[in-house]
């Protein structure tokens, strides 16, 4: 199973909202060899960490390509690229972004691919969303699935479903 995070805080020229802009990301996904299998609902998220940034829009995929992961994580570089996005500061509000989580269970420890994501087993945006999907996905190292790894969870990083009111602090 290959997994994709996407996330976006900033709306991307001519989109209207930060989750519009996530969404034709995805919808370009074809473009660059990758076949959307699976996605997930749209969730709200507090920026990790805490900040004065605005939300942003989250939602994980599953999908599907002939890419190696050197060549897909390229890729989807790249389609942040056409979308605006621009590498400042670490954690710095973006217009997309595409995160290589997992492929095929496979770990790789090279300074421009780490897999799995050294940080997804420690974000509620991400873990949410995956076991919305793919409840049994399991992390390569951890060896715990998805839903075990989202109730491991400490308190924080408000999350909720987009176009919910109340953050839920699970």
């Known amino acids: 199973m290959i997994i994709v995070g996407i996330g976006s805080n900033l709306a991307a020229t001519p989109f209207a909202s930060p989750q519009e802009t996530a969404a034709a990301a995805l919808a370009q996904l074809p473009r660059i060899g990758v076949r959307l299998v699976r996605q997930s609902r749209w969730y709200e998220s507090e920026p990790v960490p805490p900040s ?4 942003y829009a989250n939602a994980v995929a599953i999908v599907a390509t002939v890419l190696p992961p050197a060549a897909l994580l390229a ?18 509000a973006r217009t997309v972004d595409l995160d290589l989580l997992d492929y095929d269970g496979g770990q790789c420890a090279e300074p421009h691919l780490i897999l799995p994501h050294p940080r997804l087993h420690e974000r509620r945006f991400v873990l949410a969303p995956l076991a919305e999907i793919a409840p049994g996905w399991r992390h390569p190292q951890l060896g715990l699935t998805a839903v075990e790894l989202l109730a491991r969870l400490p308190p924080g990083q408000p999350l909720r479903l987009s176009g919910e009111p109340d953050a839920r602090r699970e």
């Open 52 to 55: 004065d940034q605005p939300w």
């Open 75 to 92: 890729q989807l570089l790249a389609l942040e690229n056409r979308f605006g996005r621009r590498r400042s500061t670490r954690n710095a």
